[in-house]
């Protein structure tokens, strides 16, 4: 017998919840969908993914030389069980299996935050923010309460974004900025202003004792007699580290080469391949050419760039991500990092010689010319030095804790390094042995570093330029 025309043929409801469950699933999948397809966002993601795999055998394969790394491992390890696997709970005890069509997305998402976790978890107070939101994200988890709960870790480990991304300048404001300069150590620019003060400088790259480029995403200036001259407006960019010859400084951004001297400024397009590349990293100035080398951050190639010519070359040199050169040593040779790799290069050939463990998450080097000693931070809280063995080999001979370790300069003499770090705050004065000498306070927007003589030392951050005076 038939249902009365008036008659709901589903229980009240039913047929609604399908509808809602169905809409989720078609929301969570086309998100997935939309962000894997930017070419660019795709491919930062996939290298991001290789580099946490890579980054945890290379940290392991660290252990016998550096037995602390097992300490960053287990932190690491953590960092995964809380940001990973408490949503991927929630999905398990959900009464409803459409809940794992969020799971290509948890997936992408950790893919980038997990990076971020490593600066933003390096201080005691924002360790306990984390527990104590894996703590509320636990329990949520076990009582089925509101999902979302379960992403509170996730928010904590976003802080590193509001010292240097876009959204910083929400939080930074250029009074504040000024504020925060005024109780840091070392001294600024004599000049220094609100209408210069930024979060998205990149580097210093230093000519002479008496003059230094600063360059930035948005202003670059020359400081001569640390007095900010006028606005560089054709060195806008992501700028990092660059070289100098013959009193000109050779920087590299996407897709072009920039030459700065106080006279004139250019950037010419060296694009290289037409395959995806995000962003060029380091520049390498050879000593005997006119030519530029600039490294690239997802290819894990150099680009070689002739001035004459204005002709681009690119040379494979090892997969990997965020590749930075240093050096050369006396012979020659370049040293050079990925996030995962520590890697000796000769610049000849562009061919590998010698490639090992760098660290879980390798964020800086650089090389003393005399004895090709070569400091490398990682990210996950450590600075290791390497040295020559008898057989030529790289090996670990000393190793030291630096939250989040990221950027780091020999001084001239290589006696003494300066060492930035991820917590945005504080740079580190370390002896040859890697005992610390003196911490000093800086930032926001810290960044990089590099040594102006012996005794003082140039970082970029949001208050343009500090120097600082090493033995006052």
């Known amino acids: 017998m038939n249902a009365p025309a008036n008659e709901d043929p589903l229980p009240r409801g039913e047929g609604r919840g399908e509808g809602a469950r169905l809409a989720l699933i078609f929301v969570a999948l086309l998100l997935a ?60 005890r959900a009464q409803s299996r459409a809940h794992f069509a969020w799971l290509p997305l948890l997936l992408i998402g950790f893919g980038m935050i997990f990076g971020l976790s490593l600066p933003a978890l390096s201080s005691i107070g924002m360790w306990l923010a984390f527990l104590v939101a894996s703590g509320t994200a636990a329990w949520a988890m076990w009582k089925r309460a509101l999902p979302l709960i379960v992403l509170l870790p996730w928010v904590v480990c976003l802080e590193p974004l509001f010292g240097h991304a876009p959204p910083s300048a929400w ?8 504020e925060r300069c005024a109780t840091n150590d070392g001294v600024r620019p ?53 070289c100098v010859r013959d009193g000109t400084a050779w920087l590299g951004k996407r897709g072009f080469v920039c030459e700065a001297s106080e006279a004139t400024q250019r950037c010419v397009e060296a694009p290289g391949p037409e395959d995806i590349e995000l962003d060029y990293v380091d520049v390498y100035c050879a000593s005997d050419s006119r030519r530029v080398y600039v490294s690239q951050l997802l290819r894990g190639g150099v680009l070689e760039f002739d001035p004459d010519s204005q002709k681009a070359e690119l040379h494979e040199v090892i997969a990997g991500l965020n590749l930075q050169l240093a050096g050369p040593r006396a ?46 931070t990682d990210f996950s809280g450590r600075v290791r030095l390497f040295e020559r063995g008898a057989d030529g080999a790289y090996r670990v001979t000393r190793a030291t804790s630096v939250p989040a370790a990221r950027r780091v300069a020999w001084a ?19 002896s040859r042995e890697l005992k610390e000498e003196r911490v000093f306070r800086l930032g926001p927007a810290l960044r990089d570093v590099t040594f102006i003589d012996q005794h003082t030392a140039a970082v970029a951050d949001a208050c343009t330029v500090t120097y600082l005076e090493l033995d006052r």
């Not at 070419?39 to 394969?61: E, H, K, Q, Y």
């Not at 939080?171 to 000024?178: C, K, M, Q």
């Open 171 to 178: 939080v930074w404001t250029p009074e504040r900025i000024l």
């Open 190 to 242: 004599v000049d220094v202003r609100a209408d210069v003060v930024s979060t998205r400088y990149f580097s210093v790259t230093s000519v002479s004792p008496s003059l230094q480029l600063l360059a930035g995403e948005r202003k670059s200036f020359w400081v001569r007699d640390r007095k900010l001259g006028e606005t560089l407006a054709t060195l806008q960019g992501n700028f990092w580290e660059g």
């Open 412 to 430: 001239p003499g290589c006696q003494r390094a300066l060492v930035t770090s991820g917590d945005d705050r504080h740079a580190f004065l370390l």
């Open 331 to 376: 012979d020659g040779v370049l040293l050079g990092i990925t996030t995962t790799r520590f890697v000796v290069i000769d610049p000849k050939t562009w061919k590998v010689i010698e490639a090992r463990s760098a660290g879980l998450v390798a964020m800086g080097i650089d090389v003393c010319a005399a004895d090709g000693a070569a400091l490398v």
């Open 33 to 92: 969908s939309v962000l894997l397809s930017l070419s660019g966002f795709r491919a930062l993601l996939f290298a991001n993914v290789r580099t946490i795999f890579g980054g945890f055998f290379s940290a392991l394969a660290l252990i016998p030389e550096d037995p602390a790394t097992l300490w960053s491992i287990a932190l690491a390890l953590f960092r995964v069980a809380v940001l990973l696997g408490l949503p991927v709970a929630v999905m398990i």
